[in-house]
């Protein structure tokens, strides 16, 4: 089975400055990695996903991941926040099956203006 | 549709009484999850399907907690005699094939009172 961990709850700061929201993963088999974000009352939405080869990974809205798998993780990282980006993170694992997502417990990023 | 639909937005129930959720995922998509998001979680797995069948149920919770797709499309997630432990944001998810991106309804907010 897999497991994720993302290791910080709530992230403030401050607009325009850079972010990193972390996650590390733990499974014995090779995996898919995703980070989905949750505006309020609203369903997760894919930011980005590693499915194979190169380990930087561009997404939407500027976000950028990269997979590091012998540290096992794949930190999630913006050079500059905007106010929009203010929502719930989450860094989710499959295995190469795809029959499940297993997601972490969530970053909160609150941009400040 | 455009995107996958769930309904109800919200559901209060009392406890003991019977609910069903419904999800209708993006036409054709061959795969269904459903995941039980409780507050400042992360989704939780429940269920998979491909297509009719039920491929894993590992995640329900109890014996209380039912799910079919009985045409291989709109699904329904049933609990019966809600407690109110089961109060949380149930997602609904669809992908094209295993392991592509999952795309995610908006949920349905039960509230156990």
């Known amino acids: 089975a897999q497991s994720v961990t993302q290791l910080d709850s709530q992230v403030p700061v401050f607009e325009e400055a850079p972010v990193e929201l972390r996650c590390n993963y733990s499974s014995s088999v090779s995996v898919y990695l995703f980070w989905y974000v949750q505006y309020p009352n609203q369903g997760l939405q894919l930011l980005l996903k590693?499915?194979?080869?190169?380990?930087l990974v561009k997404g939407i809205n500027g976000f950028e991941a990269e997979f590091n798998k012998s540290q096992t993780s794949f930190h999630l990282r913006k050079p500059s926040v905007h106010i929009s980006d203010t929502a719930e993170y989450f860094c989710?694992?499959?295995?190469?099956?795809?029959?499940?997502?297993?997601f972490g417990t969530g970053t909160s990023l609150t941009v400040i203006p | 549709g455009a995107g996958v639909s769930q309904s109800p937005r919200y559901k209060v129930a009392k406890r003991g009484q019977d609910v069903a959720l419904r999800c209708d995922p993006i036409?054709?998509?061959?795969?269904l999850f459903w995941y039980q998001q409780a507050l400042g979680q992360g989704p939780e797995f429940l269920t998979y399907?491909?297509?009719?069948?039920?491929?894993?149920k590992s995640g329900l919770p109890s014996d209380r907690f039912f799910a079919e797709r009985p045409e291989g499309s709109v699904s329904t997630l049933k609990i019966q005699r809600t407690q109110q432990e089961d109060s949380a944001v149930y997602l609904c998810?669809?992908?094209?094939?295993?392991?592509?991106?999952?795309?995610f309804g908006q949920g349905t907010r039960l509230t156990v009172v």
């Open positions: 989710a694992v499959s295995d190469l099956q795809g029959n499940q997502f297993y």
């Open positions: 998810a669809s992908s094209l094939f295993r392991n592509t991106e999952a795309f």
């Open positions: 590693y499915l194979s080869g190169s380990t």
């Open positions: 399907f491909q297509n009719e069948a039920q491929l894993d």
């Open positions: 036409s054709g998509h061959v795969s």
